[in-house]
């Protein structure tokens, strides 16, 4: 049994079909990455998974059970949680105080249970020395590594990253590279969203491409990449070979 299974997902703005028929299966311990033009239906893709958006048709399964009809937070509590695009901290407290919050309400933490866990999260994300700063005081690359950690914290077992490394120099994207590929080793499954192909390439065993909110290609990174379809409609050019 795979441990997200989505099937024929529909979700209309409209006119506009963000998501028409998405399908796809996830299992335990995966890396998969999804590719895709701006417009695509990506962050769409992952708020319907999460239940910000209730979709218009199709399912989302989860451990063998539908969350389509569930709350975000309930959907939260079943053990999936996303980082977004734009971050999102609780802007006057402190980046410690955001991971405690995360700990408490996903698992049911008391403050002081949580302390430990999250110095465990901080130290490694490497946010640790601004552990005691306001969110809004650290840099783009910090609030990054918050917002994992404040999806870490959760306890999820499945993370959906929403361009977590955009917006990095070499040395912090090869940070965030390795950060997924610990992740995966301390049993955690990932879906990314990231437009960075060298991020896409070095971590993701399987890509899923969207275009106008339909699945055009899934496979392994060196067979979508080589796709002429998915070159037409997002790489631009051949970018590798089988």
Known sequence: MSLLAVRDLKKNFGALKALNNVSFDL???????????????????????VGIYRPD????????KSVRNL???RICRTGITKTSQVV???????????????LMFGRNLTKKASESKAEEIMEFLNI???????????????????????????????????ENLAGLNPRELEEGMEIIRELKKRGKTLIIVEHIMQAIMGVCERLIVLSYGEKIG?????????????????LGEKICSV
């Open 128 to 162: 640790a020395d601004v552990k005691d700063m306001r969110s809004t005081q650290v840099s783009l690359a910090k609030r990054r590594r918050l917002e994992l950690a404040r999806a870490l914290g959760t306890g999820a077992d499945l993370i959906l990253m929403d």
């Open 27 to 49: 299992e335990e311990g995966e890396i998969v990455g999804i590719i895709g033009p701006n417009g695509a239906g990506k962050t769409t893709l992952f708020n319907v998974i």
């Open 71 to 73: 709350p975000p937070h």
């Open 218 to 234: 899934e496979g392994l990174p060196v067979e979508v990449c080589s796709d002429d379809r998915v070159i037409q409609a997002y």
């Open 88 to 102: 999102h901290p609780f802007l006057t407290l402190t980046v410690k105080e955001n991971v405690l919050i995360a």
């Open 57 to 64: 048709g199709g399912d989302v399964v989860f451990k063998g």
